[in-house]
């Protein structure tokens, strides 16, 4: 079982940028945790700050993995190109937040990924990575059992 978790533009500043959004862990010390909470799963990381590599990562990844975390950042909020590519993978993916962005600007609250995702998952913090884990997770079970 393969997950690759995605992360957009500015969260390798997380533990350091905005902690009262975003809190104060970076997501080089929460993986761990997370990889260690999932043994059976294999959780692979990328992070970049530019559209087009986001892109091509989840192209590359998204017919050998069994789903894929998406925090896209805010490129949730501006790119078709993001949503054309979700829509051509053949893998699951979960649309991340770490915070709750209804309760923030008004801009954030509409999302160009959401309607391609098959779950939202957003205000619990680095948590809210282990929850889209779950998700996937979850999916996976309930499709073997449809079968």
Excluded: W
Excluded at 50 to 56: A, K, P, Y
Excluded at 64 to 85: F, K, M, P, R
Excluded at 90 to 114: Q, T
């Amino acid at each position: 079982m393969k997950i690759q978790i995605i992360n957009g533009p500015n969260l390798n500043m997380l533990g350091v940028r905005e902690p009262g959004i975003y809190g104060s862990c970076s997501f080089d010390s929460y993986l761990p945790e997370l990889r260690k909470r999932y043994p059976d799963v294999d959780i692979e990381y990328y992070q970049s700050n530019i559209e087009g590599e986001l892109i091509d990562k989840m192209q590359a990844v998204g017919g050998e993995c069994d789903g894929i975390v998406l925090n896209a950042g805010a490129y949730t909020h501006t790119s078709i190109a993001l949503q054309d590519c979700i829509r051509s993978l053949k893998c699951p993916v979960v649309e991340v937040h770490i915070s709750n962005v209804h309760k923030r600007e008004e801009f954030r609250h509409h999302s160009f990924l959401s309607s391609v995702c098959i779950g939202v998952i957003c205000g619990f913090g680095l948590d809210s990575y282990r929850l889209a884990v779950e998700g996937i997770l979850g999916k996976m079970k309930s499709d073997l059992n449809k079968e």
